[in-house]
């Protein structure tokens, strides 16, 4: 008897030592992020969301951002510093973020930028953890409690995307949570947030597209709809405020202007266009496009027969996460974006299967490609962006397996309902 309490407490020390881990690695995870991404003065600092301070700027003033001549001079007057030369070349945002942006850019520059710094990171970065933890405690069954969560969670802080979104200014945090809040919220039949979400989620149109078309696949069309509606109508907002003076012109200038910045092609974007794209030219990026939508639309019309047969969205993660890995797959993106890949590695640190260990490797690829980099002092004849690429394949081929191995299961026991099983 004795010693049947002596190893039942023996378990509940450890039970609570792992709580306690769990919790400290989800502290210190966006700690991490906080000081990497927000507590830094580099000449980079900022660079990105100064970008959208001058277009929000152009806007409130009644100018086309979408001039690249007037875009210029409004970077130049406002920003009080000497016009970054990609600046010069065009921008790419949708009309969506203007009503934002132009709000944003009616304070000065030296308050706009703490202000952003902190609506990223609470928001951006809060938004994104937060329904990390719902979906893949949906995909998993799992409770609050469970330490594995906390570690994914933390774990999604270290993916250096994270600390990078959050230092030059990316609004990719905000379009990782809008995405995943539109799933979640989808799941729960509330329409309208499910529209606040994908406006939310359009701030960065590459990122989302494919989970979102995953989700109009799934057959969750009322909450889109609203969201396209909402989307429209902050476009039009921003259409109206502007002169449209030859705006189709403008646009199509100032996005081949965007696409010629060296930073945007080969082979310093990730993906396989950014992998088998010729270097210095821009991706070829539609026909993978398509093949990551054909390949979304596959999954999500089978993980729709499952949810018909089992009664609610209960899917694993290598169905619920697909999109997001065909997105950091097929789309030409930054490497701080690569934040794509965080809830199914959340999912894979939470849910304690040993099969799933086998992702790990990639995600270290994708993660810390530079500190790779650093640490072969120059002797692989790759860029970070590639080897993050090569990240991204062995996690694809690793989904594959388990996606394989979860239908086998499925075929063979058709009374369970559809969750993953490795």
């Known amino acids: 008897m004795l010693t049947a309490s002596t190893k039942l407490d023996s378990n509940l020390g450890v039970e609570r030592l792992r709580k306690a881990a769990a919790i400290l690695f989800f502290i210190l995870g966006p700690l991490y992020a906080l000081k990497s991404g927000v507590l830094g003065a580099e000449a980079e600092r900022h660079l990105d969301a100064r970008f959208i301070y001058a277009y929000g700027a152009a806007i409130r003033d009644g100018v086309s951002p979408y001039n690249r001549v007037e875009y210029s001079r409004t970077w130049e007057r406002e920003l009080d510093t000497a016009i ?53 405690r949906r995909a998993l069954r799992l409770t609050s409690a469970t330490p594995g969560l906390g570690l994914g969670l933390g774990a999604v802080c270290f993916i250096g995307g994270v600390p990078g979104a ?19 919220l989808a799941f729960q039949g ?4 499910t529209g ?27 909450g889109l709809v609203v969201g396209a509606f909402l989307t429209l109508l902050f476009s039009v907002v921003t259409l109206l405020w502007i002169p449209l003076d030859a705006i189709v ?9 965007y696409a010629a910045v060296g930073d945007n092609q080969p082979p310093n974007v990730t993906g396989i266009p950014g992998l088998v794209g010729a270097a210095h030219a821009p991706p070829p990026s539609f026909p993978w496009l398509v093949l990551g939508m054909l390949l979304t639309a596959a999954c999500a019309f089978r993980d729709r027969r499952a949810i018909r047969k089992g009664g609610a969205p209960e899917l694993g993660p290598e169905r619920l996460f697909a999109a997001f890995l065909f997105t950091g797959l097929f789309i030409p993106l930054k490497l701080y974006d690569l934040v794509v890949f965080g809830p199914l590695l959340c999912a894979t640190l939470a849910s304690g299967k040993s099969l799933r260990l086998l992702y790990l ?21 790759v860029t970070a962006a590639q080897l993050a690429t090569v990240g991204a394949l062995s996690v694809c081929v690793v989904w594959a397996a388990l996606r394989v191995a979860d239908e086998r299961h499925s075929r063979h026991k058709p009374g369970l309902k559809t969750t993953s099983t490795q």
Not at 112 to 122: E, I, K, M, T, W
Not at 196 to 221: D, N, T
């Open 196 to 222: 606040l979400c994908v406006l939310a989620a359009s701030l960065k149109a590459p990122v989302v597209l494919l989970p979102l078309f995953y989700l109009a696949c799934l057959g969750y069309w009322r």
């Open 249 to 257: 012109d403008n646009v199509r200038e100032s996005l081949r202007g």
């Open 190 to 193: 509330r329409a309208w947030l």
């Open 361 to 381: 490797p990639g995600f270290l690829l994708i993660a810390k490609p530079e500190r790779l980099l650093a640490a072969l002092d120059g002797a692989a004849p």
């Open 84 to 136: 970054h030369p990609s600046a010069a070349r065009g921008v790419a945002l949708l009309p969506s973020m203007g009503p934002f942006a132009a709000t944003w850019a009616r304070l000065p520059w030296r308050v706009a930028g703490p202000v952003y710094d902190a609506l990223n990171f609470c928001f951006g970065l809060g938004g994104t953890l937060y329904f990390i933890a719902l979906l893949t």
């Open 166 to 184: 959050l230092y030059v200014g990316q609004p990719t945090l905000w379009a990782m949570a809008g995405a995943l809040g539109a799933i979640e």
